[in-house]
């Protein structure tokens, strides 16, 4: 799997200054295992190259390498006394360690807290290089560990890594002989991007079962399947629009503005120092065309339109109000180019009352 060089060597640089916890939340496990790996196993990018272990509480300790089993410990306190009386320079991932932290109202277990603690000073200092790397789906730190806890955002795949899926995809159904041209893949890639890996492979094998092949078609699956993926957030909405510039009944000079910045963002428009669009302001009574005007700008653009209810995100219900924006926004970023449409922002500024997650 091909990883972005940068990315890796920004991890790296955590490891190798021995930062003793790395969180990384992400619902891509497999994917940033495997992006540890790459790390952990090349001395190019790490320079001492680890071992990498894997613990799970269903399984113990696995091997990063042959996925062979180590311990069997399925304790997280026994499983962190693994690791300080390693004798390895090691990478130890711990998945889902976060169900301990006082998830959704439970508990902290202040044991593993504490024991978490007590091991700092052998990681940090100790004569064998050893770091530990949460990997959960969701960010939840105690309080009592944000200081020794580095987060590493880890972001979804790029264009190029599904076009990579794509093509195992194509090989293991023998259709690498596809009619799909190198545009075409591009296309595909870059119309799957917000999707995760796993997400991405699902879009493109139904795309296979449904239509007995692969074209550029399955772009309109694709969508489907993007649209289900953003519906699941609970705050961002793929908003579907046929409206046209025509349907928009004054504002000329807003209408001008669109008109002009239309392809700005563009690789050609790079060569003219054209800068892209960062966005525009309404506001206005009810009634007087800002939903209609946000849904005709994605058919002036030709970009995918997303709706971001500022209201859903500091209602209580959702959920955490700082891990839903953080969420909708690497979603929508990974989506780009698209327009973010955020609904009644005015609801997301000081001056709101304390009632829920607003507070």
């Known amino acids: 799997?091909?990883?972005?060089?940068?990315?890796?060597?920004?991890?790296?640089?955590?490891?190798?200054?021995?930062?003793?916890?790395?969180?990384?939340?992400?619902?891509?496990?497999?994917?940033?295992?495997?992006?540890?790996?790459?790390?952990?196993?090349?001395?190019?990018?790490?320079?001492?190259?680890?071992?990498?272990?894997?613990?799970?509480?269903?399984?113990?300790?696995?091997?990063?390498?042959?996925?062979?089993?180590?311990?069997?410990?399925?304790?997280?306190?026994?499983?962190?006394?693994?690791?300080?009386?390693?004798?390895?320079?090691?990478i130890f991932v711990f998945k889902d360690l976060h169900v301990f932290f006082g998830i959704d109202g439970r508990n902290i277990t202040y044991e593993i807290v504490r024991k978490m603690r007590d091991i700092i000073p052998e990681l940090h200092e100790g004569f064998k290089r050893k770091n530990?790397?949460?990997?959960?789906?969701?960010?939840?730190?105690?309080?009592?560990?944000?200081?020794?806890?580095?987060?590493?955002?880890?972001?979804?795949?790029?264009?190029?890594?599904?076009?990579?899926?794509?093509?195992?995809?194509?090989?293991e159904n023998s259709l690498g002989q596809s009619n799909l041209s190198a545009e075409d893949k591009e296309k595909l890639g870059k119309a799957a991007l917000g999707l995760t890996l796993q997400e991405a492979e699902n879009a493109f094998s139904r795309a296979i079962v449904q239509n007995h092949g692969i074209s550029k078609d399955a772009l309109k699956i694709i969508f489907d399947e993007k649209n289900q993926v953003i519906k699941k957030t609970g705050i961002l909405e793929f908003v579907n629009s046929n409206l046209t510039i025509d349907d928009i009944g004054g504002l000329e000079n807003l209408k001008s503005w669109l008109l002009k910045r239309k392809n700005a963002w563009l690789d050609s428009a790079k060569k003219y120092n054209i800068p892209a669009p960062k966005g525009v302001l309404i506001t206005g009574v009810p009634g007087c065309g800002k939903s209609l005007t946000a849904k005709a700008v994605s058919s002036i653009w030709q970009l995918p339109l997303l709706k971001l209810d500022i209201g859903r995100i500091f209602s209580g219900i959702v959920g955490s109000s700082e891990e839903n924006m953080r969420r909708a926004l690497a979603t929508a970023e990974a989506v780009a180019p698209s327009i973010l449409w955020i609904d009644e922002i005015e609801k997301g500024l000081s001056g709101l009352g304390s009632n829920g997650d607003s507070g």
């Open 132 to 171: 530990i790397v949460l990997i959960s789906p969701r960010l939840i730190i105690p309080e009592d560990l944000q200081k020794d806890i580095a987060v590493f955002d880890f972001p979804l795949p790029n264009a190029k890594e599904i076009i990579s899926v794509l093509d195992e995809i194509l090989e």
């Open 1 to 90: 799997m091909n990883f972005d060089k940068k990315l890796q060597d920004s991890l790296a640089t955590l490891f190798k200054a021995r930062f003793p916890y790395v969180y990384i939340p992400t619902w891509e496990e497999k994917r940033a295992i495997e992006f540890i790996r790459s790390i952990a196993y090349s001395e190019d990018i790490i320079k001492h190259e680890r071992m990498l272990y894997i613990w799970a509480q269903t399984t113990g300790f696995v091997s990063g390498k042959n996925e062979t089993i180590i311990s069997k410990t399925t304790d997280p306190i026994d499983a962190m006394n693994f690791v300080l009386k390693s004798n390895e320079d090691a």
